[in-house]
T-cell receptor, first 113, second 112 residues
């Protein structure tokens, strides 16, 4: 399909482990966003990429969270030393040149036991 | 404290009834958007409003942006079971801003 895809769709890990979440944006979209949605809440912004660079990482909660987009397409969100409070749905979105409309992927459901 | 407060958080009504969902803030937004999210999926954009007082219609859904650009409403006429879902308002704080600020959502259930 031509939409935003995210893998894995579900991830169960143990407290203290390292996880990587992947996002494939819509082809040609230069802007990519990561959000986190806790149960019963709206999404919260984490980080925004324009091309390869992180233009705004003000939403990353602490230094255990890191994201990369080395070739300006696929992005990986990396979480070190996971904690139970990191359990949430991690949503990725992309837009064309940072336009008004962001297209969201289905999310990765992360459960930290 | 939520920058965008949605009310009600939960709403369950019978098919055929009308309803209104509110999205309020003490801050001005350059634009507000409404999304619908189904279980296991990401939010899908329904509408964007950018001008104070603007009204947009999408079939049985009517969206309004407040005159001061601090609030918005979503009105559904003759609700149908297919309208069931999580409705989220979100906004850009200023023109050119990239990050979306979301409300906590309104979970709507339409009973047949």
């Amino acid at each position: 399909g031509a939409g935003v895809s995210q893998t894995p769709s579900n991830k169960v890990t143990e407290k203290g482990k390292y996880v990587e979440l992947r996002c494939d944006p819509i082809s040609g979209h230069t802007a990519l966003y990561w959000y986190r949605q806790s149960l019963g809440q709206g999404p919260e912004f984490l980080i925004y990429f324009q091309g390869t660079g992180a233009a705004d990482d003000s939403g990353l909660p602490n230094d255990r969270f890191f994201a990369v987009r080395p070739e300006g397409s696929v992005s990986t969100l990396k979480i070190q030393r996971t904690e139970r409070g990191d359990s949430a749905v991690y949503l990725c979105a992309s837009s064309q040149n940072g336009g008004e409309t962001q297209y969201f992927g289905p999310g990765t459901r992360l459960l930290v036991l | 404290t939520q920058l965008l407060e949605q009310s009600p958080q939960f709403l369950s009504i019978q098919e055929g009834e009308n309803l209104t969902v509110y999205c309020n803030s003490s801050s001005v937004f350059s634009s507000l958007q409404w999304y619908r999210q189904e279980p296991g999926e990401g939010p899908v954009l329904l509408v964007t409003v950018v001008t104070g007082g603007e009204v947009k219609k999408l079939k049985r859904l009517t969206f309004q942006f407040g005159d001061a650009r601090k609030d918005s409403s979503l009105h559904i006429t003759a609700a149908q079971p297919g309208d069931t879902g999580l409705y989220l308002c979100a906004g850009h704080r200023y023109q050119g801003a990239q990050k979306l600020v979301f409300g906590q959502g309104t979970r709507l259930t339409i009973n047949p």
